[in-house]
């Protein structure tokens, strides 16, 4: 499987692109600010074609250029229903072009992505995550989960914690963490480690 992550925009928000390989369909997780042209850059260097954008909740820093990039290939924006109220002009000006993501798998580019709702960050806060073909497994946890750190709420303190703690800490250690702004890190060691998922169980 290929990921290819780069951060974008003043708040450095990470945006992916995910592939079965290079000179394939992919699917684009959270086209923030100023991630469009860095997108292009990225889709030409490895001959991809975006199939679908995801996000990982409606904070513009995650979905602001989901408008842009939508238009300028022709793709949905998949998007938990309860943050379709946080998008802004940009991300929001297809808004025939937007489809509600829903816990379970979902199929695209050639990809099993498994959808679970997480909220706390934000209502329609969610994570995706991935079985490589190799056998590697990664979760992309938007704002919800950082190394070393979690998410601000935006409600319900516990909220988040009580998310994290019944979808994504019960992952294996080896889980390869993709987070929203920051260093990539694991399960295992945000177990051992991460002081605010002291109370999860986990």
Same mark, same amino acid.
Do not use: K, Q, W
């Given at each position: 499987m290929l990921v290819v992550g780069f951060p974008a925009g003043p708040l450095e928000a990470n945006c !992916?692109?995910?592939a079965l390989d290079g000179g394939s369909e992919c699917v684009i997780v959270d086209p923030g600010e100023e991630a469009a042209e860095?997108?292009? /850059?990225?889709?030409t260097e490895h001959g991809l074609t975006p199939v679908a954008m995801l996000a990982t909740h409606g904070h513009p820093d995650h979905v602001a250029s989901a408008g842009?990039?939508? /238009?300028?290939?022709?793709?949905?924006? !998949?998007?938990h229903e309860a943050d379709r109220p946080l998008l802004g002009q940009d991300a929001g000006q297809r808004k025939d072009g937007i489809v509600p993501?829903?816990?379970?798998?979902?199929?695209? /580019?050639g990809l099993e992505i498994t959808v679970s709702g997480t909220p706390g960050h934000t209502a329609g806060s969610v994570v995706f995550g991935l079985t490589a073909a190799e056998g590697g497994r990664i979760v992309l946890t938007g704002d919800s989960l950082? /190394?070393?750190?979690?998410?601000?709420?935006?409600?319900?303190?516990?909220?988040?914690?009580?998310s994290l703690g019944a979808k994504?800490?019960?992952l294996p250690d080896d889980t390869v963490v993709l987070p929203g702004h920051g260093p990539a890190t694991t399960i295992g060691r945000e177990r051992a480690g991460n002081p605010f998922l002291a109370g999860t169980g986990a």
């Open positions: !992916y692109l995910l860095p997108l292009e /850059a990225a889709l842009e990039v939508g /238009a300028r290939h022709g793709v949905p924006l !998949y998007l993501l829903v816990d379970g798998p979902l199929r695209l /580019a950082f /190394a070393g750190s979690i998410g601000r709420s935006s409600g319900d303190g516990g909220e988040l914690v009580r994504v800490m019960t």
